[in-house]
């Protein structure tokens, strides 16, 4: 094992914009500011693509009774004008979002999730999808990533919306869930000719990447199951 090897020496961190979001239901839309690289199993526009924002689609449960999800939201989103966009589908209340950021060293990480856990389970168990319900998020890093490192940055943004999910203790039928069987994450960095390779948990950019998701899915998360608890 190469333990000290784990350094990025090319990519240089770019200068961010704000996050642009607009919340108008069904759409709630987060403007990246310039193009990016995103890395997502959207429905819409799955896997490596370029895009300039990230868009969730809010549903309802009927909407979904007899509807291709991934028809559906390619619909909506073209006739919105947001085609281009990353889509991200959830029947959360998208006014019910939050926010996430980290700086670590000189790369920033910012995300923006929603959170319902009606189709929470554990890894590994499988059990059917009685409700809608499910985690979507996006996070924006401030320095380039070359595929490797997007794909690292994406596994570190899991594992860190399954480690809030644990501390808060959420349980279905007595078992620890970990998340939902219907999340979607999608990770953009800037658009530039190079791009750190490396994304774990000893860089500054899993470091910040983990924070940010972290607090808002925790945020979210615990904003959900307040409103159950209350209810």
Request: hydrophobic share 45%.
């Amino acid at each position: 094992m190469r333990l000290l090897s784990f350094r990025n020496e090319a990519a240089k961190t770019v200068a961010m914009m704000p996050l642009q979001i607009s919340c108008h239901p069904p759409f709630l839309v987060v403007d990246l500011g310039a193009p990016h690289r995103v890395l997502s199993w959207s429905l819409n526009r799955p896997g490596f693509v370029t895009a300039r924002s990230i868009a969730w689609l809010q549903v309802k449960e009927d909407d979904l009774a007899d509807a291709d999800p991934a028809a559906l939201i390619e619909g909506k989103m073209a006739a919105a004008g947001h085609g281009g966009a990353v889509g991200l589908m959830t029947s959360r209340d998208i006014r019910k979002h939050h926010r996430g950021e980290a700086v670590e060293g000189d790369v920033s990480a910012d995300c923006v999730a929603t959170v319902g856990l009606a189709n929470a389970g554990r890894v590994g168990q499988p059990r059917a999808m009685h409700r809608a319900g499910t985690i979507n998020f996006a996070i924006r890093v401030s320095r380039p990533m070359k595929p490797q490192g997007l794909i690292e940055a994406l596994a570190i943004a899991v594992e860190a919306r399954t480690a809030a999910i644990l501390d808060l203790g959420w349980r279905v039928d007595g078992v620890a869930v970990t998340g939902t069987g219907t999340d979607c994450v999608a990770v953009a960095a800037p658009d530039l000719p190079d791009g750190d390779i490396y994304a774990g948990q000893h860089t500054p950019v899993g470091a910040a990447v983990g924070r940010a998701v972290y607090d808002a899915v925790r945020k979210g998360a615990g904003e959900w199951i307040a409103e159950r608890r209350g209810a």
